[in-house]
């Protein structure tokens, strides 16, 4: 008996996780209903799965009364086999035999003849919670092409790996719109893609149909849902680089460090070859940030920013999800950097070609601005945080959870 009860035991675990349902299991439990009669485009990625792997392509061109005609690919492709960056092509789905327009190339927003013979696009991609990140703004680029050609639009809702509580970071700036910063809302937005499209929805207008989750709660970690993680790009293969990304991604336009991009911890650190790792450590541990700690790190990156390099640095560890201030890490480990070695500077004559794109992603030039005088975080972090309970209390009329 001992032994059956050990393994008893041991499964426990495995069954104490909430099972969400994701939007494509709830609009299958309902048979379809909104899509039934209709012409359907999708719009997806390999994150479009059910619970057991199944992808969104083939439920939808499997179930009985949907009619799918067309794919569309964001970055990376529908399918997933298109790096990070490179443009996406119009081509036929090998699988399904369907057409897949591209997203992610000379056409980011949906022209008239893309949906010319759809009568609703469907779309069900999984979201890292970043305004970077450009899945959102994907979909709301197809949201205003759909208002403007009379076509519904139905988002299929997913979980938020950064939780439904977490806001952090400014707006955007006029001058300062682009696909990495498409639509006015936080660096962290704390929402839904559903929950987006909904807010987003007031200034766009086309008719919207979310289906939401069932079980999801706004202070749920992703391995809370009982879900299966697929990489939603390829440098975020688990949910320790989606957590980390907003932590890291900002400085890592500057290409003034490796953040494990092209090591086995990509968004996880921040080093460089002219780093002493257990100096940076100590310092950046001394002050004490709210729920983050650092530990040293040596590596060599295997492709990439300094490949093949002896790279010095830390690791950042989330201690307490709540109190971390994620999107601000970067600027206290540059902060810490200057102190230590300031012959080193981020923004001088060598990277003015990455400036821009770090005022993309910013959303703003005042954050290189005012941070490269004296390269110290509290110049940046009352503008950085000057609107994040403004933007709660506008959103939360539209919370579905």
Partial sequence: MKPILTYLLFLIPLFAFAQVKPGIEVLRDGGFGCLKGKRVGLVTN????????????????????VNLVALYGPEHGVRGDIPAGEKVENQKDAKTGLPVYSLYGKTRKPTPEMLQNVDVLVYDIQDIGCRSYTFISTLGLLMQAAAEQNKEVVVLDRPNPLGGNKVEGSGVSEGYFSFVSQFDIPYIYGLTCGELAKYLNQEIGCQLTVIPMQGWERSMKFEDTG???????????????????????????????????????????????????????????????????????????????????????????????????????????????????????????????????????????????????????????????????????????????
């Fill in 46 to 65: 390999p994150t479009g799965v059910d619970k057991n792997l199944k992808s969104t392509v083939d439920i939808l061109f499997e179930a009985e009364g």
């Fill in 227 to 401: 879900l299966p993680w697929v990489p939603t790009s390829p440098q975020i293969p688990c949910t320790a680089a989606a957590l980390l990304y907003p932590a890291t991604g900002i400085i890592g336009e500057m290409g003034f460090l490796n953040i494990g991009v092209g090591y086995t911890l990509p968004f996880q650190v921040m080093a460089a070859t002219w780093v002493n790792a257990v100096q940076l450590t100590d310092a950046l541990n001394a002050k004490n940030l709210p729920g983050i700690a650092f530990r040293p790190i040596v590596f060599k990156p295997l492709f990439g920013s300094l490949k093949g390099q002896n790279v010095q640095g830390v690791q950042i560890f989330i201690t307490d999800y709540d109190k971390a201030r994620l999107s601000e890490i970067q600027f206290h480990v540059i902060d810490v950097m200057h102190q230590l070695y300031p012959t080193y500077t981020l923004f001088s004559a060598e990277t003015e070609k990455r400036n821009g794109m770090f005022d993309k992603v910013c959303g703003t030039n005042y954050i290189r601005q005012q941070f490269g005088k004296n390269y110290q975080a509290d110049d940046i972090l009352s503008y950085w945080r000057n609107n994040e309970q403004e933007f709660k209390e506008k959103t939360a009329p539209f919370y579905l959870y």
